[in-house]
């Protein structure tokens, strides 16, 4: 192994060590990497190949490397999941069916737990947009949530579709709720469960920056005062508690820990 390599490497390994990425962070990309340490994609690529292979960092397609562990972690890092034993899923059956919500009864075993059956809510798939724009400004709609009976302020976002892709789901939610269209494309952030013990219903958070204004809102049942709001008065709305939803709470959390996409990227 070269200098060149020996010094990519260890710049990349104190960067992992140092616990800034996380247990579970994403490194820089390929590109950010070579540029920074003044080195070719070749080498960025060789070094991150080992690291993997020793099982510090783990490749996902399309998404980059992320950080598997933290060899000096101040604290207890859990077993990897292919050391766990998984619950046993015997069967399931429907209680409860229609085109909005689907009750089941799924006859599961824990690890050395006498099986029984848990209650299961399986809803859809949505998809849900952080749209900024040049000022950092975030597009947002004023709605009123009959279920907890309350005004707020909800990211912009709805079901994905069947077949439907989930990015192109939450650019059409945007348009349809705010009449402004994404300029660039939406980039995927992360994907959780809003009750993961019970109920499944995976939301896809996507952030964007840039949108033209196309028209006015033309889906009425959704649309509500559409406004951007500076990211900076965030923090201050959720102390307010005038935020609405896990997904506008995940969304824009989301991008406050990890930043904004570039200003560049508006125009791409």
Known sequence: MGELTERVEQSVRDLINSGELGPAGRLPSERSLARDLEAGRTTIRLVLSKLAAEGIIRS?????????????????????????????????????????????????????????????????????????????????????????????????????????????????????ETGWRPTAKLEHAVTYQPMVGMVDSPHDIFVGRGAEHVGEPTDAEEAGHVAWLPLADIPQLIKEDALLGSGTLVGLLHVMALGAPDRATASS
């Not at 400004?137 to 009976?149: A, D, H, Q």
């Not at 302020?153 to 349809?176: F, K």
Request: net charge negative; no cysteine; charged share 30%.
């Open 60 to 176: 996902e397609h399309g998404r980059g490397y992320f950080v598997n562990r933290v060899p000096n972690a101040s604290y207890d890092l859990p077993p990897r999941a292919e050391e766990l034993e998984p619950w046993t899923i015997h069967g399931e059956r429907t209680i409860y069916d229609n085109r909005w919500v689907k009750m089941a009864l799924v006859d599961v075993e824990p690890p050395g737990v006498e099986r029984f059956e848990h209650h299961v809510v399986r809803l859809h798939h949505v998809a849900i947009a952080v749209v900024l724009d040049d000022q950092d400004r975030v597009l947002m709609l004023w709605r009123y949530r009959f279920v907890p009976g309350k005004w707020g302020w909800e990211l912009p976002g709805g079901i994905v579709d069947a077949e439907e892709d989930s990015e192109l789901a939450a650019a059409r939610e945007v348009e349809e």
